[in-house]
């Protein structure tokens, strides 16, 4: 049973994964280096991602638009940073409609300078701030060790652009977008996170100061959900972004900026799924429910489908003549689909389904004559709490503190999952940390430092410490 | 009263479209030459086309996905007339991540040749077929003569690609798309079109048979809406796309492709404009209704918005402090809102309100106590009617027979429409009429070619003719 072996989760996430990937039909690698095709059932989930986050987007009023997908290199190259940070990740266009260019474009990856270009035209006074726009597109960041959806030259992402009159208002939409991206996260892929500040080495090329929301995977690397960057003055200065204040003068915008990526699914996958395949929380699912007819029942399968679909659950009848109901429920259960409603002839007899549960495996037995939809629906947000909680709970289990550096190698050797440690907050320490362990610290959790630290040494140089962080491993 | 002045549509189109795009904050040409940034207001119309578009392709059986932005460059000159065509407008990128690529890639102008290698992996048997994908993505062919949303470097577009086991079922594809964007283009744009076949000059290049569906505009331009290619087995012999047959025979797959972009809301405009500006459709319109309260009926316009929205109408309360009323009225019309609702002391007395009908200027009053909300319905359906209404007089009153080549001449000329004629379908006299002329043909009309040709000749070249064609400058 060579199949089976090779989804066995725990054994080893790297295969699992590939694995689950290629049976749940989700992705491949593309013939472009580095590249992914997204096929129809992954690209379903995005689609349930990207319409679920960008109603709360909008709710937050930002407005969605469009930029080019090419930015003259000189703009990117406005900001020193900026330019060191994503000039070896980008792809350049020379030659365009026979010729070659004058200027290179360089294919964006992220839209900061171009976006910032736009913003000093159409802003000009106090009245037309905080000014927030946001676009869903793709960008390229050129990947040598290319994982499909977490890490590919080309991505799917969503990034917001804000203006704003003042520091206190800009770093307020820092805030409020850390906890929207923890929110959603937490609420529509039941992934919980830890919110903190991104430390120097690894915060956004140009930013004052980087935020994010990171989670813990099973094997215990960590994946950056999202990131949220409050950027200051630096690059309104440099693209010369200013408005008149009430009092009639002017000054330059603070500015902010927020993505979240395709690498969310790929922590969606890693979550959730077990030995069976892929489990798919039921706000994302692209089928919520999968109907499988079994014996002379097609009639009463077909009725209930078209109730449940009707009644807005995304369900599917599994009615293929060719294939038996126990070949059905592995190939539906690899594929993570919530519900399984069976339907035998027994079944009917006594005017009930049996529902299976994707997570638990526990199996109810519904009567057709009560409110079966209501209790199908139940069952669908008990699935969803119990993903959530079964995931909270394994990355509470998985912060485990460092006293000493020993301690602490160690630790990041058997990737002990969040290593709380406390920090000297310093470039170079972080620099010998990542040399040494091959750890970054992934965030400094706004929950751990609340207070001010006190009569503590950073556990890898040992001098006072500042902050308290997480180190991990990370995808 | 200069800005009026160039708002005046008939006196010349191209500076009031110019004009109406800025004013109505639609979009605007970005630094990089010949791209576009579509603002919030452009971008809330193609999300509304794109949501009405998308039910339908699903409907239809296509499902979305997504394929990498770029193609390596021997891909695209695997076709020889493909490569041919394209060639002169690709972007290619020669540098990623640091160095330069062994293979250039090209940034893709349309994506038939890396679905057709995915398809080629894909597809194994009859079982597989028909395969319909589908996805809504950015696209790059070098304009050299931009005009925003009608030519752009870049644009927005969905591109489908079906594949199928017999020539009968793909040619029944095609003539299912073409219905789809007809219909969707007519119910749902309001724009009337003409349905017809490419000529041999003008289609895809790679295709057997093209398709398209062609718009008239009000300076009797035409704009090509959607195009739908028959590939036959061209690319799938290139491809190598094979699939085992019921008898276990190996065949080439028959393929499709169909297409509609970001120029759709060029057409809009164009189409359903006039002099005090947009007018936009209600089903793609972003603000269906705007409610102006005026004097002290703010209480009240606020109760109404929250009961239109609450109904499901997309609707804005103007309640801007700062700006009278007819500055108001004046903005709205600009911006194309297709119903406005104006409540002052008196109505609030009567327990009325007064709509006015952006197409027609026509004043409704309302009783609150009746029920208004269906009266609103029924008048944005009354404004969809009549915009489509109008369209399709005006181009039933613009296609123009010409009988001899001076005639044909004469009506390019003076624009008078599209020219229809008898044509002798060939490729040197398309060129020639090109030429002098500036025309093409648009299409060999369905409608009028349903009957063999007989004792006609070729308005042109005097050849006999074998179709009837429909001949114009277009956009």
Redesign the interface.
Known sequence: MNKQRELVKKDNMAEWYQNVIEKADLAEH???KG??????Y???I??LIRNELDILIKKHGA??????????YS?LSREKDHVEGF????????????KKLQEP?V?RPTSET?IH??MRRWIYSYKDLPLK?NQW??V?R???HPRLFLRT??F?WQEGHTAHATEQEARQEVESMVELYYNFIKDVLAIPTVKGQKSEKEKFAGAVDSYSVEALMPDNKAVQMGTIHYLGLNFSKIADVKFVDESGAENFVYMTSWGVSTRLIGALIMTHGDDKGLVLPPKVAPVQIVIVPIGNTLETAQRLFNELNNSGFRVELDDRQDVRPGAKYFENEMRGIPVRIEIGEREIENNEIQCVNRVTGKRTVLSLGSDYIQSIKDLLQEIQSTLLKNATERMRNSVVEAKTKEEFSDLIENQKGFIKACWCDEKECEVSIKDKTGANSRNLPFAENEKELTDCTCVWCGKKAKKIAYFCKAY
């Open positions: 593309s013939p472009v590249c992914m095709t997204i096929k129809p992954g690209y379903a995005w689609e407005k969605n638009m469009s930029f080019p997908l090419f930015i003259p703009y000039s070896p990740e980008i792809a350049v266009v020379t030659h365009a409609g026979g474009l294919v171009i270009e736009s726009l597109c793709n390229v050129w990947e040598k030259s080309e799917q």
